[in-house]
């Protein structure tokens, strides 16, 4: 359950005003089949993505946290139907994602956008700085050849770039830092409304990371952008976004403002994964409530609350309900049976 | 002294490589204080202490000063401040015209406690929602007790100006107030010569923050704004250091072992911090018996030390000595060594030698 009610209005981060809702995401499913033999007979499901729903305002950050594996990027690439889903809606303005006319989908294709953690691995490496931030604007023919190669010299150097220079050299010339820039710069040529950034400074190092972030930021209030942050690193999703979504093991468990989840973090998984925020320090490796045990397969996920097999506060329902969201107050929603109660 | 060896400074800056050619490179460009290097100066230390905004100002004194004016400290105000502090936090204060309400600290580990907040508190006649604000530094490094003074339902200033890097129930300090303020003043764990910060994840503060520190293209005057930011000259200096402060944290860690080691040995009486802190050892502070003979001794020897705070506040401002039993302690019993990432272990060992003669 997700709380769509926080309709109205609101101000953020750098007084953006968070507007109406622009992408909703309802009960989206993702089974991956495990096929065996020359018949490729299906034996099995990866649960990648089970149930999940949840919103995005116009202008808002959301940040979408959980370990490895949880199912970050396979609900980042169903939202740009770069996967079908199994079953369940994406609304965006109010249209269906999944049946949409080819125009319609056409203009999602511009309006949503990707960053990809490796930028190395998504920037084809024969195609000049130039091109692949070109290619956009001439595949979706926004206005005329001049107007094109001016928006893209524009968004080049707006990140950062020196279009004169750097239009003309391939992927492998640049840093990583760099080459995360041309990335941004390529989503941003097409004139996009939201950009799902997928561990979009997670390989950088930590100046180039904060770099990378404050243009992201700045992009924000100059485009007017929404974002779905997914990240693994808390600190910088607490930095950048408005709301924060808790995945694990194909479930939202957790939502709340930024604020709310890092000072008041109600599911028992949030809070060991802030409690796991690893120290730096290696003199301080106290014993603090850390994850304990493997993350269970997502072929065989456990019954009832995915999270019981490693929650210290586990109880005889868990194992056999699924908990539904429940509300906090303020948007702020667990699913914990923990809650019920009170 | 031994002929040949130098003073040993009380503090000393740490230049990390590469500053050199980050301050030039701001210079070059032209741009000193657009702003652009401070905004990732910002953004670096809110990813280390775990908070949304940043706002580096030109001193701690100025980010203390944002800080209780962003959180609307008004002229008649109470804020309560501890006593064993440096002047700048009474500054604050009075800058703002609020009335300072002075409490004790603890002798043992110089930090403020929730004990004694209520009781200034209660001596002034107040009770806890006559308070507006209570400003409670983390002393040389040493986390304070923030989770019992909480309890106290008073909106916190963490002031870390002496505390980057400490950590308090295995969270780094400088998210645990509403608004925390730094500062990077040349004595301090990083260094831009002068310079602070405002630290905190509250939209509206940090709003206000930035819109007082702002005085130019403005429609209207709508009250008093400081030119406070912090110049991208400075900035660039600051986050050379940033990604140095772990190294600079476990030097001193092993500078503060070799000084508690002696301590033990010579059951010297030092510091002690709360059981659930880890400190920066940003100061390593004995109390002793006879503080100014110490000082004296040691000084023969080349070897520079200080007390923490110069003089309690309530010295100035004609508090009863008998109310601050702690503090009068602190006064006359604690002396700084120094301790800094560039002490030498040749100058650890002087320092050692040195104390072993005087005590
Ligand atoms: N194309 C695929 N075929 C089969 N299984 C897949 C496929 N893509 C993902 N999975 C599985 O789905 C689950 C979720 O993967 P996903 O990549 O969405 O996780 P993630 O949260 O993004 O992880 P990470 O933090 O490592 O990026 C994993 O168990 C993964 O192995
Ligand atoms: C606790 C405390 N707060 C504030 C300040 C003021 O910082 P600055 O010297 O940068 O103005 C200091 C300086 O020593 C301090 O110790
Ligand atoms: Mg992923």
């Given amino acids: ?342 | 002294m031994i002929p040949g060896d130098s003073k040993v400074p009380h503090s000393r800056p740490t230049i990390v490589p590469g500053s050199v050619e980050a301050v030039t490179s701001v210079i070059e460009s032209g741009q000193h204080a657009g702003g652009h290097v401070r905004r990732l100066f910002e953004t670096e230390l809110c990813l280390r202490v775990g908070a949304r905004h940043g706002i580096a100002v030109q001193s701690g004194s100025a980010a203390l000063h944002l800080a209780l004016l962003a959180l609307q400290v008004s002229p008649g105000a109470y804020v309560v401040i501890p006593t064993y502090a440096c002047m700048a936090v009474l500054n604050a204060v009075t800058a703002c015209g609020a009335h300072p309400v002075l409490a004790d600290v603890d002798p043992a580990t110089l930090n403020p406690t929730s004990n004694t907040i209520q009781r200034a508190i209660e001596r002034e006649g107040l009770a806890a929602r006559d308070v507006r604000v209570i400003v409670v530094p983390h002393m040389i490094g040493s986390p304070s007790p923030i989770p019992d003074i909480r309890e106290l339902g008073i909106p916190i200033v963490e002031d870390c100006a002496m505390a980057l890097g400490a950590e308090l129930r295995d969270e780094e300090v400088g998210a645990w107030g509403v608004v925390s303020v730094f500062s990077f003043y040349a004595t301090k764990m990083i260094s831009t010569g002068q310079g602070g910060m405002v630290i905190t994840s509250d939209e509206e503060i940090a709003a206000r923050c930035r819109d007082l520190i702002q005085y130019d293209n403005r429609e209207a005057w709508g009250g008093t704004t400081w030119n406070y930011p912090l110049t991208d000259l400075a900035c660039a200096l600051g986050r050379a250091q940033l990604p140095a402060v772990d190294a600079f944290l476990a030097r001193r860690r092993l500078i503060a072992s070799a000084y508690d080691d002696f301590a033990r040995r010579r059951s010297v009486e030092t510091v002690s911090f709360q059981p659930d802190a880890v400190p920066n050892h940003f100061r390593f502070v004995l109390l002793c018996d006879d503080r100014d003979g110490t000082q004296h001794l040691l000084e023969r020897d080349g070897i520079e030390t200080k007390p923490p705070v110069y003089r309690s506040l309530h010295r100035y401002v004609g508090g009863q000595p008998d109310d601050f039993p702690g503090a009068e302690l602190a006064d006359r019993r604690a002396l700084s060594l120094p301790i800094y990432p560039s002490l030498s272990d040749h100058e650890v060992a002087r320092v050692i030698e040195s104390l072993g003669r005087a005590l």
Avoid: W
């Fill in chain 1, 1 to 342: 359950m997700t709380d769509t009610s926080a309709t109205e209005s609101s101000t953020s981060t750098s007084g953006r005003r968070i507007g109406g809702p622009l992408l909703e995401v309802e009960n989206l499913v993702k089974y991956f089949p495990i096929r065996k033999g020359l018949l490729s007979r299906t034996v099995g499901q990866v649960r990648a993505v089970d149930d999940v729903s949840f919103a995005v305002r116009e202008h808002e950050t959301v940040g979408l946290v959980g370990e490895s594996g949880c199912g970050k990027t396979t609900v980042g690439r169903t939202l740009l139907n770069l996967i079908q889903p199994t079953s369940g809606r994406v609304m965006y303005r109010g249209k269906n994602l999944f049946d949409a006319t080819a125009s319609d989908l056409r203009d999602l294709r511009r309006k949503v956008q990707i960053i990809f953690q490796d930028p190395y691995g998504s920037l084809n490496p024969r195609m000049t700085v130039g091109s692949i931030v070109g290619e956009g604007p001439a595949i979706h023919r926004l206005g005329s050849k001049a107007e094109q190669k001016e928006r893209c010299d524009y968004v080049i150097d707006r990140v950062g770039l020196d279009p004169s220079i750097h239009k003309h050299r391939y992927p492998h010339e640049f840093s990583g830092g760099q080459r995360q820039r041309i990335g941004i710069a390529r989503a941003l040529a097409v004139n996009p409304e939201f950009i799902v950034c997928d561990e979009a400074v997670s390989a950088l190092d930590v100046s180039i990371q904060a770099q990378v972030i404050n243009l992201l930021m700045e992009l924000q209030a100059e485009f007017d952008l929404s974002y779905l942050f997914i990240a693994h690193d808390l600190a910088v999703v607490e930095h950048i976004s408005d709301r924060v979504l808790v995945m694990y093991l194909g479930k939202i468990v957790e939502e709340a403002s930024a604020i709310d989840l890092y000072r008041n973090p109600r599911h028992p998984y949030t809070k060991a994964l802030l409690d796991a925020v690893p120290n730096p320090d290696p003199r301080q490796r106290s014993e603090r409530a850390l994850l304990t045990g493997d993350v269970p397969s997502p072929i065989n996920p456990p019954p009832g609350c995915r999270f019981h097999t490693r929650c210290p506060s586990v109880m005889d329902k868990c194992s056999v309900e699924i908990p539904p969201g429940f509300p906090i107050g303020d948007g702020h929603v667990s699913h914990c049976f923990l809650e019920e109660n009170e």
